[in-house]
């Protein structure tokens, strides 16, 4: 029983994540980067360092607490699954990247800001759109973490078989180039909150359906 009430409030760390996210995110935002030229993009580091640190800082707390949010999501499908596993481990190792990568997207501003004093202009202005790459990595990766999931869902039922066609819906979204940067700011937090309020209603050891048996090797 202890163990899955440990799993339940791991499971809440989601809502955590997507909190800090955005309170990360307000702070990044009330500071707003200026225009392209090099010197006036030195002037944001250095005038804006504390901003820039807290909420890359904030925004990078959440990323860990999503981590812990995967943990609870992994021992869920796992035990839908059963040993084996192969959906649980895909979806868990994309969600891992995922996280790497939001841990990343405000790095090169929080290196900029520490180094404010020896930086160069272009190296400001290089560092602004460094994080771009770690972006498009989190969409792909958040991507297929939502699709294993998915997948896992329709053939075990570890949640609602109507959280499986919300999560192919936002994956398809995360692939779409235009608006996959969206995907990753609006759907994958959205997602997240949906799916760590459904650990938390629904206990482990009660499956929304049962998991078909495993042939014997």
């Given at each position: ?17 997507v909190?800090?996210w955005?309170?990360?995110v ?24 504390n901003t ?49 990568m939001?841990l ?25 759109v ?12 958040a ?55 459904l ?8 499956p929304?359906?049962?998991?078909p ?5």
């Amino acid at each position: 029983m202890t163990r899955w009430t440990w799993e339940r409030w791991a499971a809440l760390s989601g809502l955590v994540a997507v909190a800090l996210w955005a309170i990360g995110v307000v702070i990044d935002e009330s500071s707003s980067l200026p225009g392209d030229d090099p010197n006036e993009i030195l002037s944001w580091f250095q005038d804006e360092s504390n901003t820039i640190l807290v909420g890359a800082f904030i925004f990078m707390l959440g990323s860990l607490f999503f981590l812990i949010f995967l943990g609870a999501l992994r021992a869920r499908l796992v035990e839908a699954e059963g040993r084996r596993a192969l959906l649980t481990a895909i979806a868990f190792g994309a969600g891992i990247v995922a996280t790497a990568m939001t841990l990343l997207i405000p790095g090169p501003n929080l290196a900029g800001a520490l180094a404010e004093d020896d930086l160069t202009p272009e190296a400001a202005q290089a560092l602004t759109v460094m994080d771009d790459a770690f972006f498009v990595g989190a969409e792909l990766a958040a991507a297929l973490l939502l699709a294993a999931t998915g997948f896992a869902i329709l053939r075990y039922g570890a949640l609602p078989r109507w959280l499986a066609w919300i999560s192919f819906l936002f994956a398809l979204w995360l692939l779409i180039p235009p608006i996959g940067w969206a995907g990753l700011l609006v759907g994958v937090p959205l997602w997240t909150i949906i799916v760590a309020l459904l650990l938390w209603t629904r206990p482990g050891g009660e499956p929304v359906a049962a998991r078909p048996p495993e042939p014997i090797p």
